[in-house]
């Protein structure tokens, strides 16, 4: 039936948190099943033995134009949901695609997440300020992180430290807070 | 230990130790309390809100004075890098309002950027910067879509603000949320529906649709909660 494709990728789409591989293939299918569909609508225009205003004439081609709207529709509901996990992406984890994260993106979602990169690099110059830093309400000004992977030398403003794997440490907020949401240091909450 | 007797210890109006009178405690938090608000507007609106550039603009050079005055003094003795330490939570949570408020607003305009640009009241509403973020972000989403999969498509097909019937491509604030408020101002009887009207007195709390209360919130005299 018309719109199948199209509503899969949705459900796809629905179903996963992170941001599953780019379906490709179904996209192109759904390009092709519009393109048929158009094609459908303009050779029944220009036939010379059909009557357009005949109602079931009529009827078939507005279920042909509607159709190659829900597809359209829904593939772009696709492509936005995928490019807004993609912009947070760039949030969470800073101006660098992770490896992880590169295969699954479609070339365009590539030049999407460094043009996304580019402009929000722009206004937070604009203002001099970051705004990706600062995410949460300070509660204390040096905070009990332990570290989960060995990271080696780290400069804080008070000096360097040496991030070994199940250590723990008693550092400045300010500092470790990058760290803490890229999964390198876990907070220790005190009870 | 160099001036920092300027700036209290405690944003929420905690004990001044550093004899601050009155009059000044007022201005330093005054703008504080004001932003503060401005950012909890933004927050529960569904729409974006005035610019509020003074303040950010004050309040961001009060973050520059303040985190200088304490490097300065970084060498102190043990019981002054104490205070020190006050100071610089003070300044990280002025930090966070302003970076919050800005972030909130971005997100605003990230998802309705194409219905702030085409509505004039709205656009007067953004800060310049805002204004060219809107613009860019717009010109990426399109291109974006359009390299994607719209110029795969049949000419008639291609554009992303078309509206088939009744049903617009263009996000927009959802007016219609219920928002609670606080009355600040003395309004008396306002029209919460064609008919029906309500006292609005000081210090009232209610909850009713944003659509009836954009003026208010504009003149200030309700605050969102």
Request: with cysteine; glycine share 2%; aromatic share 8%.
């Given at each position: ?121 722009t206004y937070m110059k604009t203002l001099d300020v970051n705004l990706t830093t600062d995410m949460e309400p300070p509660k204390e000004l040096f905070i009990e992180v332990r570290c989960l992977q060995d990271y080696g030398e780290y400069q804080t403003e008070n000096g360097t430290v040496n991030l070994q794997e199940n250590c723990q440490y ?16 876990a907070h220790v909450h005190s009870t | 230990m160099s001036d920092l007797g300027q700036f209290d210890l405690d944003n929420a109006g905690g004990p001044s130790t550093l004899g601050l009178d009155e009059e000044e405690e007022e201005d330093e938090f005054g703008e504080i309390r004001t932003l503060q608000q401005a950012w909890v507007d933004e ?183």
């Open positions: 039936m018309h719109g199948d494709k199209a509503v899969s990728l949705l459900r796809e789409i629905k179903r996963t948190r992170a941001i599953p591989p780019y379906n490709e293939d179904t996209i192109r299918q759904v390009v092709q099943e519009v393109q048929a569909l158009y094609n459908d609508i303009h050779q029944t225009l220009n036939d010379p033995e059909v009557v357009a205003n005949d109602p079931s004439v009529a009827c078939g081609m507005i279920v042909q134009h509607t159709s190659i709207l829900r597809n359209k529709r829904c593939v772009l509901a696709y492509l936005h949901a995928r490019m807004l996990r993609v912009q947070q992406l760039r949030w969470e984890l800073g101006p660098v695609l992770l490896e992880e994260f590169k295969e699954g993106l479609s070339h365009q979602e590539h030049q999407f997440f460094r043009s996304y990169n580019t402009h929000l690099n008693f550092l400045p907020r300010a500092d470790v807070e990058h760290l803490v949401r890229r999964g390198v240091l | 927050k529960l609106c569904p729409e974006i809100l005035t610019y509020e550039s003074e303040l950010v603009d004050n309040l961001r050079e009060q973050i520059e004075n303040q985190q200088r005055a304490i490097t300065e003094n970084s060498d102190a003795s043990v019981e002054n890098k104490d205070i020190a330490n006050y100071f610089q939570m003070e300044v990280d949570r002025i930090r966070f309002l302003v970076k919050s408020y800005l972030r909130t607003r971005l997100l605003k305009i990230e998802k309705y950027a194409l219905y702030a640009l085409k509505t004039a009241t709205v656009r007067e509403r953004l800060s310049q910067p805002e204004l060219e973020y809107a613009k860019s972000y717009v010109n990426l989403l399109e291109s974006h879509f359009k390299e994607s999969f719209l110029s795969a498509l049949p000419q008639n097909f291609r554009n992303l603000d078309s509206k088939e019937g009744n049903l617009s491509m263009i996000p927009t604030p959802n007016f219609n949320t219920h928002v609670f408020f606080r009355v600040t101002e003395p309004v008396g009887d306002f029209e919460i529906a064609p008919g029906d009207s309500v006292s609005f007195s000081q210090g009232d709390i209610y909850i009713m649709r944003y659509e009836r209360l954009q003026t208010l919130l504009a003149e200030k005299k309700i605050q969102l909660i």
